[in-house]
């Protein structure tokens, strides 16, 4: 409590100088400012990012308090958690626009986001295109619509205008660098204008890798380092990670109060690497690695928005500004892993001998890796004959014979105008040869593609026995191709948007009203696409260059059939699955529409209302792609049971009819439209008794309503299914506060007491078992319900001391202070894990009068994690299993053991602009050097799966969830 007396101590000290302060223009103006705040809300400008070096979500709110960021592991940030909710329960909105959302169903989160098979994160946003970003604490659909029941953060992005302000053009040129991922940056921004038109470009990249985690260095070499795999991995999963954005926004300016505007906001962050901590990797060390395979990953999440709008600034009678705006983005997240070994050394691809083919001499023929022809000679064994082939007189080891007339020659990468050197063991006479024989190369057709076959002899004895002769091709014994079973998941959201916007001023009876009314419609399609398949990859020569031939079965003579998607090799296999595509989700097209109205009062200058009303309906409508279907078995039975036992019965197979029958059942009642209708508000009192001090108050509502997943999913399984609810309620917010500011010129400090109450959270609860064949087995059913209510309560300060307001000596000089302590359970005594612990952040700062230079520092404290504070959802499960045990003992309540520790970062952040053209940031991160996990990444381990998992017996893995050691990162930019 000392921190916020310290707070109120330097009010009472700006309040003592009131009476010598003159307030001339510029205070007013400051004091003005101060007054516009919100209750609950805060403004980051492109100034505030571009001095902070700001480059992501973590860094935007990295001196927030009562707000973070949600961690996922190796997708990355997903969204953030304020007031005790967090992911979808937080509203985002780009330009007006709200952002993907995730698949929020807890059942999809135990069944596939656990196993690292998805890309089920929010969306983020390029920091360099960035105007503004508002982040608003409670309950806020007024604003955001849907989602933001614990608050919102909403981003405005940059206009030409703000670039031409008195010049007919800008251009800017910033490059940078930042340890902790090795990133390296630059961002081009070009703006000009000319008579009607007016255009502005903003093309920024990334490249860096994985944050590097306290421990990065632990493994002393790079063959430690890769044998380290499995969930006790202490080193972060080493990614390569890219980020790609351009910003394009042309304005037509025909009148003086007419604008036409295209914008397209084009994004692509990519992230490839290997997961080393997946548990069900089966490496042990650098030679498995090498032998059997890794697990590589290829993520992206790539987001397109087209806008079109149209503002006039006529004044009517009905508004002084109306703003129309279409939108149509499309996101994609996807998720790709691939499950196959590269390098000479793989199993698949071994080729010890260094065998390769060589036609340099005019004949196509098998020499060693030197150049040294493979020769043949006869070998008598103890009890058969064989050929012994050596190179350079030495013999080979790791090889096996091919038979020629099984194999055809790809045309277009060997020459099949010459001859092949084969080696021959018996003639078609089954007479001794063995000796290396040059073959001519006949020229087939196969769909258009020219193959070459091998000219092998074929005979006849005893005047019925077809014969062939014995022709072989040395090739090195390995397959010739590393296998690779990937998984290829999308989660697609395409929005389509109107709104349409009004804004008027006007005094009515000695009250100033400032309206704001609008309405909005929007058609967002969620859908799943899985392309899970098998394949070749590093393709070798033996493979590459030839195609099977292959035997046909009851043939006299012995017929051959090519297959070019097939294999070489004793028993030919498909070279790959490529087209297959299914899906875990009904595709669903989601309806929203909107209408809003608010309206601030001035009525004196000591009394200010906010009134906003907001009306959304929003409704889901299911469909069934046949062309990336829900399996048919996870929709039988779901809901109406079968009348018989599957594949049990000649009448009860897959696709008999009584089984289509009752897939068509099923399927008419999953597919249900749901509707939902929501009123959200938000009622305001600012009141300014005094001065220097201001008083407000605030009450709203707000709501989300159900994702479609969390409607429509269904799994069936006998270990786990989950039915589908088309019966949930949306979800609701209430939230009260109270806001105290004492303010002085640029000065000022808030005290804020808030309380959230949280009713018909949905979740996954366990219905029962039930039957969903004619059969005696019974399935466990697990259903998304409304059933939990929640409260979340605490104080926040927000203070900013301009010391020249208390010295004109110490003009330049500030001190800053904020703190928020939250509380929060469900169902009145189950914690809520979304809350962050008690964090306070301090800084103090100079800058020059003409804020050339300046200067930052940053001290933030955060208190540990109470066990009493976390829920574990698992622990009677855990606590059944007398071989589980978790920090080296039992499991016998519900808190999580593994969390976060008391901990201080203090950091430093510079900037300076020495000539009109040229500046420079630079700051140093976690000076200190201090050890300590945040709760966000501690809560991001996981119970079970096989990602984000550590030793929950010993803590072996916990290390790779450690905050940076001490980094840095400058910046700097050339303005024209």
Not at 145 to 159: I, M, N, P, Q, Y
Not at 258 to 273: H, P
Not at 766 to 784: A, C, H, M
Request: hydrophobic fraction near 30%; include cysteine.
């Amino acid at each position: 409590m000392r921190k916020i007396y310290l707070s109120f101590i330097l009010c009472l000290n700006l309040y003592s100088q009131t009476n010598e302060v003159n307030f001339d223009e510029i205070s007013v103006t400051a004091n003005e400012q101060i007054k516009d705040k919100r209750v609950g809300e805060r403004k980051i400008d492109a100034e505030t990012i571009n001095k902070q070096q700001v480059t992501d979500s973590r860094d935007l709110v990295r001196y927030e308090t009562g707000v973070s960021v949600v961690e996922t592991g190796r997708m990355g940030a997903s969204g953030y958690a304020i007031r005790g909710v967090d992911e979808n329960r937080v509203g985002i909105t780009i330009d007006g626009l709200r952002q993907a959302e995730t698949l929020s169903s807890q059942g999809f989160k135990e069944l596939f986001e656990g196993y690292g098979n998805f890309n089920n994160t929010r969306n983020g946003i390029e920091m360099e295109n960035v105007k503004m970003a508002t982040i608003t604490k409670g309950a806020d659909s007024v604003k955001s619509g849907s989602g933001a029941l614990g608050g919102g953060v909403s981003f405005e992005t940059k206009d030409a205008k703000d670039f031409l302000i008195d010049k007919n053009y800008h251009f800017s040129f910033k490059n940078g660098f930042q340890s902790v991922d090795d990133q390296k940056f630059r961002s081009i921004t070009a703006a000009a204008k000319f008579k009607w038109f007016d255009v502005l470009i903003v093309n920024t990249q990334r490249n860096g890798h994985e944050h590097k985690n306290y421990f990065y260095n632990i493994y002393e070499s790079n063959e430690e380092d890769r044998a380290a795999v499995g969930k006790t991995r202490e080193k972060a999963d080493p990614y390569d990670i890219s980020r790609k954005s351009t910003l394009v926004k042309i304005g037509f300016e025909p009148f003086e109060n007419q604008r036409f505007g295209v914008a397209i906001d084009n994004s692509r962050l990519s992230s490839q690497g290997q997961d080393l901590s997946y548990v069900l990797n089966t490496i042990q060390n650098q030679k498995d690695i090498e032998t059997y395979g890794e697990r590589k990953t290829n993520d992206k999440s790539t987001r397109k928005n087209v806008q079109y709008t149209f503002e006039s600034f006529t004044q009517t009678p009905f508004w002084d500004s109306v703003k129309i705006s279409y939108s149509n983005q499309r996101i994609k997240n996807k998720a790709r892993t691939d499950d196959y070994c590269s390098g000479d050394k793989c199993v698949g691809v071994r080729n010890n001998d260094g065998l390769k083919l060589d036609d340099s001499s005019g004949v196509i023929k098998v020499v060693d890796s030197n150049g040294n022809e493979v020769k043949a000679e006869k070998d008598n064994k103890r009890w058969s004959t064989a050929l012994k082939y050596t190179a350079n007189g030495k013999e080979l080891s790791d090889y096996k014979e091919a038979n020629a007339i099984q194999n055809l020659i790809d045309c277009s990468k060997l020459d099949c105008s010459k001859k092949f050197r084969v080696f021959v063991k018996q003639d078609e006479q089954y007479k001794e040869v063995y000796k290396a024989v040059d073959k001519d190369i006949k020229i087939i057709d196969i769909n258009g593609k020219k193959y070459g076959q091998i000219d092998v002899k074929r005979g006849k004895m005893y005047d019925f026995l077809n014969t062939i002769e014995d022709a072989k091709i040395v090739v090195p014994k390995s397959e010739g191709y590393s296998s690779d079973n990937y998984n290829d998941r999308d989660l697609n959201t395409d929005t389509k948007q109107f709104n349409i916007d009004f804004d008027k001023e006007f005094e009515l009876l000695s009250t100033e009203h400032f309206i704001k009314y609008g309405a909005m419609h929007a058609k967002t399609k969620k859908s799943m696409v899985n392309a899970d398949g098998y394949m070749g990859q590093d393709i070798q020569w033996w493979q590459d260059y030839f195609i099977p031939n292959i035997q046909v079965n009851g043939t006299d003579p012995i017929e051959y059939k090519p297959d070019p998607s097939k294999w070489t090799g004793g028993n030919p296999t498909p070279r790959h699955r490529l087209n297959f595509r299914d899906s875990y989700l009904i595709p669903v097209e989601t309806k929203e529409s909107a209408v809003y109205f608010g309206d601030y009062i001035k009525t004196f200058e000591w009394l200010g209302l906010d009134l906003n009303y907001r009306y959304d309906k929003v409704a889901h409508n299911p469909s069934y792609d046949e062309s990336v279907p829900v399996p048919k078995g996870l929709i039988l039975g779901i809901m109406k049971s079968m009348p018989c036992a599957l594949n049990q019965t000649d009448n009860c197979k897959y696709n008999s009819p009584i089984v289509n029958q009752n897939f068509a059942q099923n399927l008419a009642l999953l597919l249900r439209k749901t509707e939902y209708k929501s009123n959200s508000y938000n009622f305001g009192v600012d009141l300014d008794p005094l001065s220097w001090l201001r008083v407000q108050l605030k009450y709203s509502k707000g709501f989300r309503a159900p994702t479609s997943d969390e409607v429509y999913m269904t799994f069936k399984h006998p270990s786990f299914s989950i039915a589908p609810n088309t019966n949930l309620k949306a979800e609701i917010a209430k939230t009260k506060e109270l806001a105290v500011t004492f303010h002085n010129n640029n000065s000022f400090a808030t005290f804020n007491f808030f309380k959230t109450d949280y009713t018909n959270f949905i979740d996954l609860v366990y219905i029962g078992r039930r039957e969903v064949t004619d059969s005696y087995l019974k399935y466990p059913f697990w259903q998304n319900i409304n059933r939990d209510s929640a409260e979340v309560k605490g104080f926040e300060v927000n203070s900013r001391i301009e010391l020249g307001d208390i010295s004109d000596k110490l003009k330049g000089f500030r001190f800053g202070y904020k703190f928020t302590r939250q509380k929060g359970r469900m169902n009145g005594d189950i914690p809520m894990n979304a809350i962050q612990p008690t964090t306070s952040v301090y800084s103090i700062g100079y800058s020059t009068p003409d804020d050339k230079y300046g200067i930052d520092f940053f001290l933030t404290d955060v208190s540990a994690k109470k066990a009493e504070d976390t829920y574990n959802m698992y622990w009677k499960q855990q606590a059944a299993d007398p071989d589980r045990l978790v920090q080296g003992k039992r499991v016998t309540d519900s808190t999580l053991a593994w969390r976060s520790g008391a901990y201080k970062v203090f950091d430093m952040i510079a900037y300076a602009k020495p000539t009109k053209n040229f500046s420079f940031g630079f700051g140093v991160y976690n000076i200190t050097d201090a050890k300590y996990m945040t709760w966000d990444k501690a809560r991001s381990i996981r119970a079970f799966g096989t990602t984000n998992l550590i030793d929950q017996n010993t803590g072996a893995g916990i290390g790779r969830f450690y905050a940076p050691r001490r980094n840095f990162r400058f910046s700097w930019e050339i303005t024209f």
